[in-house]
């Protein structure tokens, strides 16, 4: 399954079945989505079971197939290690503990009233967006170094946020507008 390259590298200690799922199964209970490679690879790489080349060649595979990157990596990881049996354990012990949480949960929430149900979403809305206005703000923080810069920010926020205008659109519209004040700033200091 893995390149030419990657067969040249041979591996000094692969993890035993039982600890590829164990592994996998502590990394399903605590990882979500888009974040179960960063839980991954570095355990992985610590623990001498890949190379950094074989980390990238994984992410790769796993980035380029379709389906969610997490499984796809369990399924690929298990293969490389154990074979078919691997990828089909490593794959369910991802997923098993998410899977029952999410049906505990649902069987909790059934049994509350409508109104209290209501209320922990919005919360959870609301913390989520938190999470995400906060991360937002870090990214772009750096970058925001004018009064240009942060009219263009919010521009964009108003129209794709709040119009839903499409953003490479968005893009056709404020970038040469951006580009003029900023030439007009940076020629006025």
Request: charged letters at 10%; aromatic letters at 8%; glycine letters at 8%.
């Amino acid at each position: 399954m893995l390149g030419a390259s990657s067969n040249q590298v041979q591996q000094t200690n692969p993890p035993s079945l039982g600890v590829l799922v164990a592994v996998f199964a502590g990394i399903g209970a605590r990882a979500f989505g888009g974040s179960i490679p960063t839980h991954v690879l570095p355990f992985c790489l610590k623990r001498g079971w890949l190379t950094d080349s074989e980390c990238l060649e994984a992410l790769n595979w796993c980035r380029s197939l379709p389906g969610a990157g997490g499984t796809n990596l369990s399924a690929y990881l298990g293969y490389y290690w154990q074979k078919t049996v691997g990828a089909i354990l490593a794959t369910f012990a991802l997923v098993l503990p998410g899977s029952v949480v999410i049906l505990l949960a649902s069987k909790l929430l059934s049994q509350l009233p409508e109104h209290i149900v209501q209320a922990s979403l919005t919360a959870v809305v609301a913390a989520s967006l938190g999470l995400l206005l906060d991360l937002t703000w870090r990214l772009a923080k750096p970058s925001i170094t004018n009064y240009v810069q942060v009219l263009v920010a919010i521009a964009t926020f108003i129209l794709v946020g709040i119009f839903r205008v499409p953003i490479p659109l968005v893009l056709v519209l404020l970038v040469p507008i951006a580009w003029y004040f900023n030439r007009r700033t940076q020629t006025s200091h």
